[in-house]
């Protein structure tokens, strides 16, 4: 898990459809006109050109210098206008702007568990008045939860930390599955949230 190939990672993940958790949480959200989104850890790019083909301006992070390139080849003019790309791993990030919507989909897990509090607390701030957050956060009995590089939530910890957010999902996987590398025990919660308005 520690020498994961991130690089055949994205390339394997290029063409997957869009997450179901943003997709559910755009539903949820509504009519209002596409704001700004934050996606942290946009990888090979598959929700942020989502976001920016439903008109959304994007501020998306990777840790991976290469993940902007990637996504910036998937859009038009019109699309790049309203995207940012910043190379930073979450352990760096600092305070966020302001976002009607921050997205980390299956990249939270991967902050270092000493630096987490201080992303989260990032993350919480940066939702604007009825916003949304949407992402998944490993339970303890995921397979890779002997990483000490990574950080894991059991339900509990899950429901404190989105304590003051109105929860429309928290759904719990605990199931065997397949990763990149081969099968896998996946302990996930995919979490759709919004701060009050």
Not at 141 to 147: F, I, L, M, V
Not at 164 to 171: C, K
Request: aromatic share 10%.
């Amino acid at each position: 898990m520690s020498n994961l190939d991130w690089t055949g990672y994205f390339d394997a993940q290029a063409g997957r459809r869009v997450r179901s958790v943003l997709t559910d949480t755009l539903a949820r959200r509504g009519m209002p006109e596409p704001g700004i989104a934050i996606d942290l850890g946009c990888g090979e790019g598959t929700e942020t050109r989502y976001l920016l083909h439903n008109g959304w301006r994007v501020l998306a992070y990777d840790a991976d210098p290469a993940a902007g390139a990637r996504v910036r080849a998937g859009l038009d003019a019109d699309e790049l206008g309203r995207f940012t790309f910043t190379a930073s791993r979450f352990e760096d990030l600092g305070v966020l702007p302001p976002a009607d919507l921050v997205l980390s989909s299956f990249a939270l897990p991967f902050c270092h568990p000493e630096a987490f509090p201080a992303l989260w607390a990032s993350i919480r701030s940066a939702l604007a008045p009825g916003a949304w957050f949407a992402g998944e956060m490993f339970g303890p009995h995921d397979e890779w939860a002997d990483n000490a590089t990574m950080n894991f939530h059991d339900r509990a910890n899950v429901e404190s930390l989105l304590t003051g957010l109105e929860v429309a999902s928290l759904v719990e996987e605990d199931r065997p599955g397949q990763s990149f590398s081969g099968p896998k025990r996946w302990h996930v919660f995919h979490i759709s949230a919004r701060r009050p308005a």
